[in-house]
């Protein structure tokens, strides 16, 4: 099973700065089969990214991924306020889905 | 617009069975593979579940094998999850989800989700 791993844990930064999050595989994944998640507290996850780099419907133009094999990040150019949240990658292989731990991004 | 909602969830015993249902609406029910995820309090998402939309295959992660059941029926637009020989591991919120895309190709992510239902095993 292909594991996910997601850092930071946790970012601390200010509305208006960069976010970078990374989502590193244990092997290597096909990028047709990573997405991003958004999550905010009490709610139902959201597609922000599938394809590793296509933005889903809705998903503001400062939200972007990129990546390939083991190594994706998401990036989002300049903090909203609503934007602060819980991010998680997710991939398929072989006839499993994972998810990496996530990555809170908090109000410094 | 697409909606999913889950019902079912609730308290239950080590041991014990639960059937959680998820009624869909606003897409072509039949045309998409669906899901269950879950997320335990505090915790990440874990994916549980799929099924194929014509229910030609399923999907199981290996901590719900031989436990739990997915299944659909397309008359009723409607996902169901038999959960059997529940453990209070199993204590989570249970989401269902849609596959994203058309339905035509396979793509392997979850675009749309319902709210959840919340499922609390313990004695």
């Known amino acids: 099973e292909i594991v996910l791993t997601q850092s930071p844990g946790t970012l601390s930064l200010s509305p208006g700065e960069r976010a970078t999050l990374s989502c590193r595989a244990s092997?290597?994944?096909?990028?047709?089969?990573l997405a991003w998640y958004q999550q905010k507290r009490g709610q139902a996850p959201r597609l922000l990214i599938y394809?590793?780099?296509s933005r889903a419907t809705g998903t503001p133009d400062r939200f972007s991924g990129s990546g390939s094999g083991t190594d994706f990040t998401l990036t989002i150019s300049r903090l909203e306020p609503e934007d602060f949240a819980v991010y998680y990658c997710?991939?398929?292989?072989?006839?499993?889905?994972?998810f990496g731990q996530g990555t809170k991004v908090e109000v410094k | 617009e697409v909606q999913l909602l889950e019902s079912g969830g609730g308290l239950v015993q080590p041991g014990g069975s639960l059937r959680l249902s998820c009624a869909a609406s606003?897409?072509?029910?039949?045309?998409?593979?669906l899901y269950w995820v879950r997320q335990a309090p505090g915790k990440g998402l874990e994916w549980v579940s799929g099924?194929?939309?014509?229910?030609?295959?399923?999907y199981y992660a290996d901590s719900v094998k031989g436990r739990f059941t997915i299944s659909r029926d397309n008359s009723k637009n409607t996902l169901y999850l038999q959960m059997n020989n529940l453990r209070a591991e199993d204590t989570a919120v249970y989401f269902c989800?849609?596959?994203?895309?058309?339905?035509?190709?396979?793509?392997?992510?979850?675009?749309?989700w319902g709210q959840g239902t919340l499922v609390t095993v313990s004695s």
């Open positions: 989800a849609k596959e994203g895309g058309s339905g035509r190709n396979f793509v392997a992510y979850f675009d749309d």
């Open positions: 606003g897409f072509t029910f039949s045309s998409y593979v």
């Open positions: 099924i194929t939309g014509r229910s030609s295959n399923t």
């Open positions: 092997q290597s994944v096909s990028s047709t089969y």
């Open positions: 394809g590793a780099s």
């Open positions: 997710q991939q398929y292989d072989t006839s499993r889905w994972t």
